[in-house]
């Protein structure tokens, strides 16, 4: 038998093992074609069926209200850092953004080389470790941008930003995009690279409200431009089929498993069993984000020594429990326990934690 193991990594990350199964005893014949996905036009009524059908599932699943589009689109969740305030920030005009860990920086950084940009709150000085206490909002802001689930620092909001009347508000849901039901009405638009929670890397999935897309400006490069994106149904130009066709298989599974409300109880579950790890653990394990705003999609903690955090590393991979190395700027452990990563992976890991301690607290 191919050996799995348990896979950890904050992106791309793990599949669901039925998802891959599946897409590999379809690989060499999709639905009698006698070719692959990769082999299709994607102008084929077989591919129409699969970005029809991928829709239709998200829709569904995040009960999408029908004045909003879904795009299917490329160069990932930077590309939406400049994509939204060329789009939805008219000239002149600036928008608010809520910094919060490393994305929510990286999308202000990249908004200001194009306009007025202003910071309605940073956690920055503390660390990046909680929610803001508060936010200075700006009544006349083109939109209010917010990151729902730091990646890196593992801070997630459970309950949106209220922003002023009238300002449309954004969301970079990479990381916990379909992780849990949301109330997509809150939004004017919702962006996520699918490579976390949603599929493959090479698509990014963009749910616009119609009248934002109305906003987009004249004479923007075709390729930066929703409203020729949406209006094509993603096929202006040849899209990412074959990571298209996997979330369409990513959003079934997510189906067969309850939907979101049902994921979102099991992700809550997983969660439990790595945060009891390191509140039980007398102060050997230090979790980094503040429990009213820990995430329960990716985990960073800390060990006492760099030196027992590399030890860890090495342990783990030895148990077969993969891609546990923080990123560079927390340092110390990162566990990504996106939706494929199963119960059982979680309980591998909370054992792990605690045999460690056992014989290194
Ligand atoms: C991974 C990630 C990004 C960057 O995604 P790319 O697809 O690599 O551009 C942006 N925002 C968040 C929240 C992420 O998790």
Same mark, same amino acid.
């Given at each position: 038998?191919?050996?799995?193991?348990?896979?950890?990594?904050?992106?791309?990350?793990?599949?669901?093992?039925?998802?891959?199964?599946?897409? %590999?005893?379809?690989?060499?014949?999709? $639905?009698?074609?006698?070719?692959?996905?990769?082999?299709?036009?994607?102008?084929?009524?077989?591919?129409?069926?699969?970005?029809?059908?991928?829709?239709?599932?998200?829709?569904?699943?995040?009960?999408?209200?029908?004045?909003?589009?879904?795009?299917?689109?490329?160069?990932?969740?930077?590309? %939406?850092?400049?994509?939204?305030?060329?789009?939805?920030?008219?000239?002149?005009?600036?928008?608010?953004?809520?910094?919060?860990?490393?994305?929510?920086?990286?999308?202000?950084?990249?908004?200001?080389?194009?306009?007025?940009?202003?910071?309605?709150?940073?956690?920055?000085?503390?660390?990046?470790?909680?929610?803001?206490?508060?936010?200075?909002?700006?009544?006349?802001?083109?939109?209010?941008?917010?990151?729902?689930?730091?990646?890196?620092?593992?801070?997630?909001?459970?309950?949106?930003?209220?922003?002023?009347?009238?300002?449309?508000?954004?969301?970079?849901?990479?990381?916990?995009?379909?992780?849990?039901?949301?109330?997509?009405?809150?939004?004017?638009?919702?962006?996520?690279?699918?490579?976390?929670?949603?599929?493959?890397?090479?698509?990014?999935?963009?749910?616009?409200?119609?009248?934002?897309?109305?906003?987009?400006?004249?004479?923007?490069?075709?390729?930066?431009?929703?409203?020729?994106?949406?209006?094509?149904?993603?096929?202006?130009?040849?899209?990412?089929?074959?990571?298209?066709?996997?979330?369409?298989?990513?959003? %079934?599974?997510?189906?067969?498993?309850?939907?979101?409300?049902?994921?979102? $109880?099991?992700?809550?579950?997983?969660?439990?069993?790595?945060?009891?790890?390191?509140?039980?653990?007398?102060?050997?394990?230090?979790?980094?984000?503040?429990?009213?705003?820990?995430?329960?999609?990716?985990?960073?903690?800390?060990?006492?020594?760099?030196?027992?955090?590399?030890?860890?590393?090495?342990?783990?991979?030895?148990?077969?429990?993969?891609?546990?190395?923080?990123?560079?700027?927390?340092?110390?452990?990162?566990?990504?326990?996106?939706?494929?990563?199963?119960?059982?992976?979680?309980?591998?890991?909370?054992?792990?934690?605690?045999?460690?301690?056992? $014989?290194?607290?």
């Amino acid at each position: 038998m191919t050996k799995r193991v348990f896979n950890f990594n904050p992106g791309p990350a793990a599949l669901p093992l039925e998802v891959l199964e599946q897409a %590999q005893a379809e690989m060499l014949d999709f $639905k009698g074609t006698g070719m692959s996905v990769m082999e299709i036009s994607h102008r084929s009524k077989e591919f129409e069926s699969v970005i029809q059908t991928a829709e239709a599932d998200l829709r569904e699943l995040m009960g999408i209200p029908a004045n909003y589009k879904v795009m299917f689109l490329q160069g990932g969740a930077h590309l %939406q850092f400049s994509m939204i305030p060329m789009n939805l920030r008219a000239a002149g005009a600036s928008a608010d953004y809520i910094v919060t860990g490393t994305w929510s920086k990286t999308a202000v950084k990249e908004a200001k080389k194009l306009g007025a940009t202003r910071v309605a709150a940073n956690t920055e000085a503390d660390g990046f470790k909680g929610l803001p206490a508060s936010l200075d909002l700006d009544p006349k802001a083109a939109y209010l941008h917010f990151t729902s689930n730091e990646t890196i620092h593992g801070v997630e909001f459970f309950k949106e930003p209220v922003p002023p009347a009238g300002v449309p508000l954004v969301c970079d849901s990479s990381s916990d995009f379909i992780s849990h039901p949301i109330d997509v009405s809150k939004y004017a638009l919702i962006y996520a690279g699918a490579q976390k929670n949603a599929g493959p890397s090479g698509v990014t999935i963009v749910i616009e409200r119609d009248d934002m897309i109305e906003r987009t400006p004249e004479n923007l490069p075709v390729m930066l431009d929703y409203k020729i994106m949406a209006t094509s149904g993603s096929l202006h130009n040849t899209p990412p089929c074959w990571s298209i066709y996997m979330v369409g298989l990513v959003l %079934q599974w997510v189906k067969k498993m309850g939907g979101l409300t049902a994921i979102e $109880k099991t992700n809550r579950t997983k969660a439990e069993l790595i945060y009891n790890a390191i509140d039980n653990s007398g102060g050997f394990y230090r979790g980094h984000a503040l429990p009213d705003a820990r995430s329960i999609m990716n985990i960073p903690f800390r060990l006492p020594s760099e030196e027992l955090e590399d030890a860890f590393v090495k342990e783990a991979k030895k148990n077969d429990l993969i891609g546990l190395k923080g990123h560079r700027s927390v340092g110390g452990m990162r566990a990504s326990i996106y939706n494929a990563m199963t119960v059982e992976g979680a309980q591998a890991l909370a054992n792990f934690m605690a045999e460690f301690q056992k $014989k290194n607290g």
